[in-house]
């Protein structure tokens, strides 16, 4: 994503999966002001000829988990076909680099405050190469990412008097709730 150069980003996957046909149907709420527009399987109109019903319950888990600790709509979360602003991606980091990558987005974008919807996708069975997805490993690699996000401190950075503050996420063993207490650090930005 670093070498993209457009104002507008299309992430698709390579093995035909994916209709070249539906970009405009990503773009709409781009152009209509949304940061970002992500392909569902799950909403009417969508679907998928690729979708088995271990890899649909695997998805429906995590969909529920991730919109139980963020407070997303999401209906479907591990489907790769979306739009971007250029400074939409900008404000996010990825550090997955496998079938995660598209949970590990979605979470950052909601904490990044983008403005997210969720268009109707039809996923065909790929024409190309071979799947390299193992469903275990690869849910394994999901929750990982899921929890690693949830257990990490946010941050907001005030670049005006360059401090950052954070806040450290601690948990009440007692209780079991989330507590917050702000730290604020200076940072030299370059």
């Not at 919109?67 to 939409?88: I, Q, V």
């Not at 996708?121 to 469903?135: P, T, V, W």
Request: aromatic share 10%.
């Amino acid at each position: 994503f670093e070498m993209a150069t457009g104002d507008l980003i299309i992430m698709m996957d390579a093995d035909g999966s994916h209709d070249p046909g539906e970009i405009p149907l990503l773009l709409d709420p781009i152009l209509d002001g949304f940061d970002v527009a992500k392909g569902s399987r799950l909403l009417p109109g969508g679907g998928s000829a690729d979708f088995t019903p271990f890899r649909r319950l695997g998805n429906k888990i995590f969909v529920s988990m991730v919109n139980t600790l963020y407070s997303t709509n999401y209906t479907d979360l591990c489907y790769g076909y979306r739009a971007f602003k250029k400074e939409a991606l900008d404000r996010i980091y990825c550090s997955s680099n496998g079938f995660e990558i598209e949970t590990e987005q979605s979470i950052l974008m909601k904490k990044a405050g983008l403005k997210i919807k969720e268009v109707p996708s039809f996923e065909a069975k790929r024409k190309n190469g071979n799947s390299n997805l193992n469903s275990i490993r690869d849910g394994f690699k999901i929750l990982n990412v899921i929890l690693k996000e949830y257990l990490k401190p946010s941050y907001t950075i005030n670049k005006k008097d360059e401090h950052v503050i954070s806040y450290t996420n601690k948990v009440n063993t007692e209780s079991g709730q989330r507590i917050s207490t702000p730290d604020h650090r200076s940072l030299d930005f370059k």
